[in-house]
Nanobody, 123 residues
Framework: QVQLVESGGGLVQAGGSLRLSCAAS????????VGWFRQAPGKEREFVAA????????NYADSVKGRFTTSKNNAKNTVYLQMNSLKPEDTAVYYC????????????????WGQGTQVTVSS
C-alpha cells in the first residue's frame, strides 16, 4: 500500500511563499507520477502540477505556471511544491496523488491520495 502525506500548508499573505511536501512510503516510486491538486470550498478539484519520478518531467496548470515549481528529492522519497507569489485565489486544500505510469492532469487517473493540507492566502 502506497501512503502519501502532505505537509507545509499554512496561512500566508498575498505575495508570500509556501513549500508543500508530499512524503511517499510503501513502494519504490520509479514508475510513478505524482500530481498536485487543490480544492477550494464550492469549487471543483483543480489540477495544479505534476512530476514524473523517472525523468522528472513536469506539468503545470496555466494558473500557476511561472509561480509554482514541483520537484523531487530521491533520497527523501519526497515531492515538493514550491509556491511563490501566492494569491488569495490560491487558497484551497492541496493534495498530492500518485499512479504508475501517469503524471498528467486528470485527477481520476490517480489511485493513491494524501490527506490534504490547507493553504490560506490573505489579501
Amino acid at each position: 500500500q502506497v501512503q502519501l502525506v502532505e505537509s507545509g500548508g499554512g496561512l500566508v499573505q498575498a505575495g508570500g511563499s509556501l513549500r508543500l511536501s508530499c512524503a511517499a512510503s510503501g513502494r519504490t516510486f520509479s514508475t510513478y507520477g505524482v500530481g498536485w491538486f487543490r480544492q477550494a470550498p464550492g469549487k471543483e478539484r483543480e489540477f495544479v502540477a505534476a512530476i514524473s519520478w523517472s525523468g522528472g518531467s513536469t506539468n503545470y496548470a496555466d494558473s500557476v505556471k511561472g509561480r509554482f515549481t514541483t520537484s523531487k528529492n530521491n533520497a527523501k522519497n519526497t515531492v515538493y511544491l514550491q509556491m511563490n507569489s501566492l494569491k488569495p485565489e490560491d487558497t484551497a486544500v492541496y493534495y498530492c496523488a500518485a499512479r504508475t505510469y501517469y503524471s498528467g492532469s486528470d485527477s481520476q487517473k490517480y489511485n493513491y491520495w494524501g490527506q490534504g493540507t490547507q493553504v490560506t492566502v490573505s489579501s
